[in-house]
């Protein structure tokens, strides 16, 4: 058979299931179709992110726009309030669907109906923090006659991240399917809608809730669309949906508490960055800091792209005893990431002055030894993105537990003991330091055996 016969048939050939070099073909080709859906929404991703910084700062300053990145970013910080049970909705679709057809469709409406139930909770409940918080205070802000446009901001915020939860959810169910491409094909029209969006925007000098509304808004949206797939596909039935949502919700609570924790340890390691900032040292620094985390995004973004779909995939091997599968998909995901984001990110560093000067128009400028410890830091955590697939397709969820509660015992204080001392240079100083001690302590030491067990057999 011929190279291109072999591509083709790769692609589009028919694959046995019944063996196991079938189902290993199977993984591969729905995590390819995923990975390169999922390109095209991270680039389409990248080119809103861009323009969000070069067309929004010369109107709206570097405190606006400090406030603007500063209540973005706790989409991160919040993520949490979905209880684990999106996560946990992977997983258990991923087993479902090595089953039956009924016993998928009970999953999927159950999982629904409580990821929206939960989303209308958690909006009213961050609708009435909202509007009642000090502003001022939180975000250590110069001008006070921001705080109008500030609070209306942070309604919109609470609104959408209330509908983000059931859209979230819906991404998560056709990660357990394996067929995240489908998710990425949805997002990437919320992105194209999002870059016409904030032109227009832009141009008017629209406020800080107004974009907002734009870039969050819009993956919201696209991602809801995602619910008409699954009533077309008959894989969600509203009939007896409440009735599926009593029965899961135990299974989805149950496994969903591992992943909330973990989600917890995240948060207070990691999302809390940007609020550590402006409450220590003010939000006009926060707008400095993400202009550099964003760019070194550049280095991990692509090897997360790759190695989000093999959640799903590693998920399924685990379900058939597939320890080849998963052994090797491993190796093979741990030396692509390190050496392409290693590379990616050295030359960021090298290049870094001009590429955020041309961004930013000349207003930011970033001090070296920040760019130094970003650039060193999104290589590990690209990494450390490649290893949690693993972690999470073969539920080995714990583990991570004691891994993250090592993090927050190590980083939360250095961060908030030296972002006064050295500024922002602290907060990936703390991160590199905390991450790489919690890992090794953990994974290499105390949970070998459990992560060894996963690999190979025992016998």
């Not at 400090?66 to 679709?93: E, H």
């Not at 929206?116 to 958690?122: D, E, N, R, T």
């Not at 983000?164 to 990660?175: D, K």
Request: with cysteine; aromatic share 12%; glycine share 8%.
């Amino acid at each position: 058979m011929s190279i291109f016969a072999k591509i083709s048939h790769f692609y589009a050939g028919a694959i046995s299931l019944d063996t196991e070099a079938g189902r290993h073909a199977a993984r591969y080709r729905r995590a390819l179709f995923s990975i390169l859906a999922n390109i095209a929404s991270k680039g389409l991703s990248l080119i809103l992110t861009v323009i969000s910084v070069s067309l929004t700062i010369p109107y709206l300053g570097v405190e606006r726009f400090g406030v603007w990145m500063t209540i973005s970013s706790f989409v991160a910080l919040l993520s949490f309030l979905d209880l684990g049970i999106g996560n946990a909705l992977t997983n258990r679709v991923a087993q479902a669907a090595t089953k039956s057809h009924a016993e998928l469709v009970r999953v999927i409406s159950g999982g629904i109906i409580i990821l929206m139930a939960l989303g209308l909770i958690i909006g009213i409940f961050l609708v009435m923090i909202a509007s009642y918080v000090q502003w001022e205070t939180l975000l250590k802000i110069e001008n006070l006659n921001l705080l109008p446009e500030i609070k209306k901001t942070g309604v919109c915020f609470a609104v959408l991240f209330g509908m983000s939860i059931f859209s979230g959810g819906c991404q998560r169910i056709f990660a357990g399917l394996q067929q995240s491409y489908i998710s990425h094909i949805f997002s990437s029209f919320g992105f194209i809608l999002g870059c016409l969006a904030l032109l227009v925007a832009a141009r008017h000098e629209a406020g800080i809730e107004i974009l907002l509304f734009i870039v969050f808004g819009s993956q919201v949206f696209a991602s809801s669309l995602l619910l008409l797939v699954l009533l077309w596909r008959k894989q969600l039935h509203v009939r007896g949906s409440i009735a599926f949502a009593k029965n899961e919700f135990f299974h989805l609570y149950h496994n969903g508490a591992l992943f909330f924790l973990l989600q917890i340890g995240g948060i207070v390691g990691w999302g809390a960055d940007s609020l550590i900032i402006s409450s220590s040292i003010g939000v006009t620094q926060v707008a400095i800091y993400t202009v550099v985390q964003r760019l070194f995004q550049m280095g991990s973004q692509p090897f997360m792209v790759i190695n989000t779909p093999l959640w799903g995939a590693y998920a399924d091997a685990e379900a058939h005893g597939d320890k080849s599968f998963i052994r090797k998909t491993l190796k093979r995901s741990m030396l692509l990431t390190l050496g392409g984001a290693g590379s990616i990110s050295l030359i960021l560093v090298v290049f870094h002055a001009p590429i955020i000067s041309w961004w930013t128009d000349g207003f930011i400028m970033t001090p070296i030894y920040l760019v130094i410890l970003c650039g060193v830091w999104s290589v590990l955590d690209a990494c450390g993105n490649a290893f949690a697939m693993f972690l999470n397709g073969t539920n080995v969820i714990r583990q991570q537990l004691y891994a993250v509660l090592i993090f927050i015992l190590l980083a939360l204080p250095l961060k908030l003991w030296l972002v006064n001392e050295m500024g922002m240079v602290a907060i990936p100083l703390a991160t590199i330091v905390a991450y790489s001690i919690s890992t090794l302590m953990v994974y290499g030491i105390f949970c070998f055996k459990d992560i060894h067990g996963k690999l190979f057999s025992n016998s």
